[in-house]
C-alpha cells in the first residue's frame, strides 16, 4: 500500500506569491490534516479534512486555506506569502474521522525568500 | 483550544539508561495522547498513543504514562540505544473531534555509546 504522498518536496517563492501544495493519502484513508513544521514553534496543527469537510482549523490566518477533494485527495494553499512562512509543511491521513494513527507524508519545504 | 507543554526540549543520555520525557495538557476533554519519533530528514512516525481510559502503556523499550487528574503524561525508554537519537513529539487530541493533533514542541534525544 502507497504511503502519503505530498507534492512537491520543494518549492522556493517570492513574497507576495502564492502557492499550492497537494497531498495525496493511503489508499481508503478519508481524513486528511496538515501542519507546518518550523524549528522555533515546532508541529503547529493547520486544519483537517473529512470528506470533503474543513472540520477543524488551527490558529493561522486566513491566508492559508484547504480543500479535499472527492478521491480524499488535499490541496493547501498560502496566499500573500510571508518570509515567516518558510516552514516544512506536512500532511498526515487517517482513516476514519476519529483520533487514530495519523500517517504522515515526506512534507514539502517551502522556502519564501 | 488545548495547548500541550513538553519538557526537556534537549536531554542526553548514555547507552543503557532509560530516558523520561513529560508532557501536560490543558484541554480536560483531551482523550487521546500519541507519541510521534522524527529522526533527522524524515518524517514523524507513531510510536507508541494511550486514551484516556487507560494509565499506563507498554510495548517493548517504550511506556507511556497517563495521569488525567493532573493532566500529565510521559514517554520512558528503558535500556536507551543509538538508534533512539530523534525528537520525540507527545500530542494530544479529542477522540470524537476529529483527527487534528495538539504537539508539544518536541525533545531532541541524543543517546552517546
Known amino acids: 500500500k502507497a504511503g502519503v504522498t505530498q507534492t512537491p518536496r520543494y518549492l522556493i517563492k517570492t513574497r507576495g506569491q502564492q502557492v499550492t501544495l497537494s497531498c495525496s493519502p493511503i489508499s481508503g484513508h478519508r481524513s486528511v490534516s496538515w501542519y507546518q513544521q518550523t524549528p522555533g514553534q515546532g508541529l503547529q496543527f493547520l486544519f483537517e479534512y473529512f470528506s470533503e469537510t474543513q472540520r477543524n482549523k488551527g490558529n493561522f490566518p486566513g491566508r492559508f486555506s484547504g480543500r479535499q477533494f472527492s478521491n480524499s485527495r488535499s490541496e493547501m494553499n498560502v496566499s500573500t506569502l510571508e518570509l515567516g512562512d518558510s516552514a516544512l509543511y506536512l500532511c498526515a491521513s487517517s482513516p476514519t474521522g476519529r483520533s487514530t494513527e495519523a500517517f504522515f507524508g515526506q512534507g514539502t519545504r517551502l522556502t519564501v525568500v | 483550544g488545548e495547548n500541550v507543554e513538553q519538557h526537556p526540549s534537549t536531554l542526553s543520555v548514555q547507552e543503557g539508561d532509560s530516558a523520561v520525557i513529560k508532557c501536560t495538557y490543558s484541554?480536560?476533554?483531551?482523550?487521546?495522547f500519541p507519541w510521534y519519533k522524527q529522526e533527522l530528514g524524515k518524517r514523524p512516525q507513531l510510536i507508541i498513543d494511550?486514551?484516556?481510559?487507560?494509565g499506563e502503556k507498554k510495548d517493548q523499550r517504550i511506556a507511556v504514562t497517563l495521569n488525567k487528574t493532573a493532566k500529565h503524561f510521559s514517554l520512558h525508554i528503558t535500556e536507551t540505544q543509538p538508534e533512539d537519537s530523534a525528537v520525540y513529539f507527545c500530542?494530544?487530541?479529542?477522540?470524537?473531534?476529529?483527527?487534528?493533533?495538539?504537539f508539544g514542541k518536541g525533545t531532541t534525544l541524543s543517546v552517546s555509546s
Open positions: 494511550i486514551r484516556s481510559n487507560v
Open positions: 500530542a494530544a487530541s479529542i477522540i470524537q473531534a476529529g483527527t487534528a493533533l495538539i
Open positions: 484541554d480536560s476533554a483531551s482523550n487521546y
